[in-house]
C-alpha cells in the first residue's frame, strides 16, 4: 500500500510557488501550475461572466480535462445561464460542474426571494459561499479570475495566495490589463458575453448587479450603493472580503 507523502503548509507551498512563477507569464504559470505537485488537485471556479472566456479557453488549450466550476445562484441572469452553456460546448469543456444551494437551506434563509433586498452578505453566504465550499472540499486548490487592475481589494493580488491556511487560490490572470484580455478575445474570436455590449463589465446575480457608466470603475455596478465590494468567496489573509480592505488586510 503506497503512503501518501505529507505536503508543507500551505504558506510554504505558496511562497515556494510565487518565487517559482514570478517571472512567468499568465500562460506559463498556468500550465506549469496545473502539473505541479506543490499545487496538488485544483479545479477551475468561473463565473461565465464578462472576463470568463479567457481563462476558461486558456484551461480548455491547457488542460480541457481540469474540473469548472459554476455558481448557479439561481437569480443569475439569462443571458449568463445561455452563455455558460455555449462556452462549454464551443469550448469542449470536459467536466463542468454546475452547483447550487440546497433547497432547504434556501428555504429557511430566503423563503421569498428577497434576502438581497436587505442583507447581501447573507444572501451571498448561502447562495455563494457554502456551495463552494462543499464542492471545493476535495480540492486543495482553485483557480480564478481575479486581475488587480478590477478594483482595490484586488489590487496586490499575486499568482498564488493562501486561502484561509487550507487551500491555494491560483490567479495566472493577475498581471493582465483590460487591453490584455481584449486582445485575446479578439485574437482568438471568442463569443463575448452578450451583456457587455449592454454596458456590463462586471456580472455577477441580476437584483444586484446594474451597467455601469463611461468613466466608472468596471465593478461599479456591483451591489451599487453600497460599500460591499466583494461576494465573500475570496480571502485576504484569511478572511472572507465583502467589503473595502485597508492597504495592510490587502498586503
Same mark, same amino acid.
Given at each position: 500500500?503506497?503512503? &501518501? ?13 510565487? %518565487?517559482?512563477?514570478?517571472?512567468? +507569464? +499568465?500562460? *506559463? ?16 471556479? @468561473?463565473?461565465?461572466? *464578462? ?27 439569462? &443571458? ?52 463552494? &465550499? ?10 480564478? %479570475? ?50 457587455? +455590449? =449592454?454596458?456590463?463589465? @462586471? ?9 455601469? +457608466? ?6 461599479? %455596478? ?7 465590494? &466583494?461576494? %465573500? ?13 485597508? =492597504?495592510?488586510? *490587502?498586503?
Amino acid at each position: 500500500m503506497l503512503r &501518501e507523502i505529507p505536503q508543507a503548509p500551505v504558506a510554504e507551498r505558496v511562497a515556494a510557488l510565487n %518565487g517559482r512563477y514570478r517571472h512567468h +507569464a +499568465a500562460t *506559463a504559470v498556468l500550465e506549469h501550475a496545473l502539473k505541479d505537485a506543490d499545487l496538488g488537485r485544483v479545479a477551475l471556479v @468561473s463565473s461565465f461572466g *464578462a472576463e470568463s472566456v479567457v481563462l476558461l479557453h486558456l484551461v480548455s488549450v491547457i488542460a480541457p480535462e481540469t474540473p469548472v466550476i459554476f455558481i448557479d445562484t439561481r437569480m443569475l441572469f439569462r &443571458e449568463t445561464l445561455d452563455y455558460q452553456r455555449e462556452l462549454a460546448d464551443t469550448l469542449h469543456l470536459c467536466d463542468v460542474r454546475t452547483i447550487r444551494a440546497t433547497q432547504p437551506r434556501i428555504a429557511f434563509e430566503d423563503p421569498d426571494g428577497t434576502l438581497n433586498r436587505y442583507n447581501t452578505d447573507a444572501c451571498c453566504a448561502v447562495r455563494k459561499i457554502e456551495p463552494l &465550499e462543499r464542492a471545493l472540499k476535495h480540492f486543495d486548490g482553485w483557480i480564478t %479570475g481575479r486581475k488587480r487592475y478590477q478594483s482595490g481589494t484586488r489590487a496586490a493580488v499575486e499568482f498564488f495566495e493562501v486561502e484561509d491556511d487550507r487551500r491555494i487560490k491560483v490567479n495566472p490572470l493577475a498581471h493582465w490589463g483590460r487591453e490584455d484580455l481584449e486582445d485575446y478575445i479578439v485574437n482568438n474570436n471568442l463569443p463575448r458575453h452578450p451583456l457587455v +455590449a =449592454k454596458g456590463y463589465p @462586471s456580472i455577477g446575480c441580476e437584483p444586484c448587479t446594474s451597467p455601469v +457608466a463611461e468613466g466608472e470603475d468596471p465593478r461599479a %455596478g456591483r451591489w451599487r450603493g453600497s460599500a460591499k465590494t &466583494e461576494c %465573500g468567496i475570496h480571502f485576504i489573509n484569511g478572511r472572507a472580503v465583502r467589503g473595502p480592505v485597508n =492597504k495592510e488586510d *490587502a498586503a
